[in-house]
């Protein structure tokens, strides 16, 4: 049983298995972000929320913010990250589409830095060529009236089971 379930899990990540097997476990973006230039060919999956994005005569350049991924490799919602990262992509990626906020997860392989001013300071970004890029699907709220929330039923139907409650807000 366990290991059915740890295949399954295995099985439900972004990136494929097999750029998953060419990344170190011990090359954290931590590490990555404190010296790039001797992390330099290896590969990482990182995920974050993006920043900027821009078109060069070399591809894509994006900037994300890092985040810890959670189930899957997506990006946690949370105000935490290591930092931020330049994910360069040989492809034309429309900023359109690739905008400020949207979550991604990519594996690629670290190709050192680059120092960009980020206001009145400069700031060294890792560089990462991307292998596979994974945007996140966005989620509308169309009634803004109401709020989700869920609650642990270990009774119906003999099984442990969290059901989501539709509440309706009272906002005056």
């Not at 993006?50 to 991924?69: D, F, H, W, Y």
Request: glycine content about 6%; charged content about 25%; overall charge positive.
């Amino acid at each position: 049983m366990i290991t059915a379930i740890l295949l399954f899990l295995s099985g439900c990540h972004v990136i494929s298995q097999q750029l998953r097997e060419q990344v170190k476990p011990e090359t954290s973006f931590h590490d990555v972000l404190q010296d790039p230039e001797r992390f330099k060919g290896q590969m990482i999956i990182v995920s974050g929320v993006i920043i900027e994005t821009t078109n060069t005569k070399e591809g894509t350049l994006i900037k994300v913010l890092q985040r810890p991924a959670g189930f899957r490799g997506q990006p946690k919602d949370t105000d935490i990250t290591e930092g931020r990262f330049l994910a360069q992509d040989k492809r034309f990626l429309d900023p359109a589409v690739y905008t400020k906020d949207r979550e991604v997860t990519l594996a690629g392989e670290i190709q050192g830095k680059r120092i960009l001013p980020t206001g009145e300071m400069e700031y060294t970004y890792p560089v990462i060529q991307v292998k596979e890029l994974h945007l996140w699907p966005v989620i509308k709220q169309t009634d803004h009236n109401f709020y989700y929330d869920s609650f642990y039923s270990p009774f119906w139907r003999g099984y442990p089971t969290y059901i989501i409650v539709r509440h309706r807000c009272n906002k005056k």
